[in-house]
């Protein structure tokens, strides 16, 4: 935990709150993802590089999605 990045909370009391931590650690993952992806390519892992790009592909999506909704119900 003292490496961590994503912080930890202890009670979601709304829904809004809730989902205001996940859009944060989506964006915490996609950050450390784009690292990964990075590295492997310069090490010429086209493997992890293919897999790190369906992911971050789907996660900027899902967070995009996230985003939109949360400001159309505020």
């Known amino acids: 935990l003292k490496q961590a ?3 930890e909370i202890d009670v979601v ?3 809004k709150q809730g ?6 650690v989506l964006k915490v993952l ?6 990964i992806l990075s ?3 310069q090490a010429g892992d086209e493997v992890t590089v293919s897999m ?5 592909k ?3 999506k899902l ?8 400001t159309q119900h505020e």
Request: overall charge negative; charged content about 20%; hydrophobic content about 45%.
């Open 5 to 7: 990045q994503v912080a």
């Open 13 to 15: 009391s709304c829904g």
């Open 19 to 24: 989902l205001s931590y996940v859009i944060d």
């Open 30 to 35: 996609i950050a450390q993802e784009r690292e």
């Open 39 to 41: 590295s492997a390519s």
């Open 52 to 56: 790190m790009s369906d992911y971050l």
């Open 58 to 60: 789907e996660q900027e």
């Open 63 to 70: 967070a995009w999605m996230l985003a939109a909704w949360s």
